[in-house]
């Protein structure tokens, strides 16, 4: 959809330039010259935004974590997409420093979303 908007956007400003360089007639060359260019803004500016709300409400996985606890050492398997091997974080643990993994997601319908409600400031 928006690599049609911005391919008529382009379409209208290439009309809107010859038009005002090839015609001889200055009312044709004002009034089509500047619709072509208010067309080019708004096809342009119409798909430009869409483009940021698709890359907005773009879901991906960033890796799967899986975690033991052997002793006192908690051993994370970490695989991130397009790598074939697993990578492996050793981490002590003691009595005074525990840590551990933590995360909140929040997902929201994707009209929602659309309509600017997953973005959060954390």
């Not at 038009?19 to 430009?48: A, C, E, N």
């Not at 002793?71 to 005074?96: A, D, H």
Request: glycine share 8%; hydrophobic share 50%; no cysteine.
């Amino acid at each position: 959809m928006e690599g049609i908007l911005i391919s008529f956007s382009i379409l209208f400003l290439t009309i809107g330039i010859f038009y005002l360089v090839m015609s001889k007639k200055i009312l044709l060359k004002i009034i089509i010259s500047l619709t072509s260019i208010f067309f080019f803004f708004l096809f342009g500016i119409t798909g430009i935004g869409i483009m940021g709300y698709k890359n907005l409400l773009k879901e991906e996985v960033i890796a799967q974590v899986r975690a033991e606890s052997i002793e006192n050492f908690v051993i994370l398997y970490v695989n991130f997409p397009g790598e074939e091997k697993e990578n492996i974080y050793v981490r002590r643990e003691t009595q005074e420093k525990k840590w551990g993994i933590s995360a909140n997601f929040l997902k929201w319908k994707k009209w929602l979303s659309f309509l600017g409600f997953g973005i959060s400031h954390l």
